[in-house]
């Protein structure tokens, strides 16, 4: 089974629009972490966002959010306001166990594409 | 501050020579990682230094690939022979490793085309 699913191949939004990209994971795990990352085509892997298993609140940065339901194993990345700028490819990512164990195991990527 | 560096950007090689990727990781990070991205295998995990212990190479696809880090800072892949199916972007990352410093910052990568 796949540790890291992004349903969404490709999406197109329109500017200022906010937009939702999708990602669920499976793990057996109590301690997890959950990452969003960002990689434009100039291909280097820029981190957005992270949310922790045991935090209560959902995490936020700037115009990225993420929306954590913990009992659905869900942890879409929302993206407030989009820009030109925000055209990329955007991977899921998790890190299971505890501290010492630190690898990521990353979803296939959701291209997003945002139109003026 | 600086970021990951990666040497070289890019490489071409033929079929069969050996090749090294070099990381050098964000200054004060004790942990390193390396990963892949081909064309239709996504992102995956190959070896993770943390500090002084042993690596965790359960990523390394076969024996061909190795990696060392040298005085806990600059990492070396290694992969030897190379093959075709070889061609990938290596990407590597850093973190302070640990409860509260785990998020990875990756560097911009080494293409690396085997002809």
């Known amino acids: 089974a796949q540790k890291i699913t992004q349903t969404q191949p490709g999406m197109f939004v329109q500017e200022k629009e906010a937009v939702t990209l999708d990602c669920t994971y499976d793990t057996s795990d109590q301690s997890y972490g959950l990452f969003w990352y960002k990689q434009p085509s100039s291909g280097e892997m820029i981190f957005l966002i992270y949310q922790g298993s045991y935090d209560e609140q959902d995490a936020t940065e700037g115009r990225y959010s993420l929306n954590f339901q913990k009992a659905r194993k869900s942890a879409n990345l929302v993206i407030s306001a989009s820009q030109l700028g925000d055209s990329a490819m955007y991977f899921c990512a998790m890190r299971e166990g505890y501290f010492g164990n630190e690898k990521l195991t990353f979803g296939t990527g959701t291209r997003l594409t945002i139109i003026p | 501050g600086a970021g990951v560096s990666q040497s070289p950007s890019n490489k071409v090689t033929e079929k069969g020579k050996d090749v090294e990727l070099r990381c050098d990781p964000i200054?004060?990070?004790?942990?390193l990682y390396w990963y892949r991205q081909s064309l239709g295998q996504g992102l995956e995990f190959l070896i993770y230094f943390q500090g002084n212990s042993a690596p965790d190479k359960s990523g390394l696809p076969s024996d061909r690939f190795s990696a060392e880090r040298t005085g806990g800072s600059v990492s070396t892949l290694t992969i030897q022979r190379t093959q075709q199916e070889d061609s990938a972007v290596y990407l590597c990352?850093?973190?302070?490793?640990?409860?509260?410093?785990?998020?990875?910052?990756f560097g911009p990568g080494t293409r690396l085309l085997v002809l």
């Open positions: 990352a850093s973190s302070y490793g640990g409860a509260g410093g785990e998020t990875q910052y």
């Open positions: 200054s004060g990070h004790t942990a």
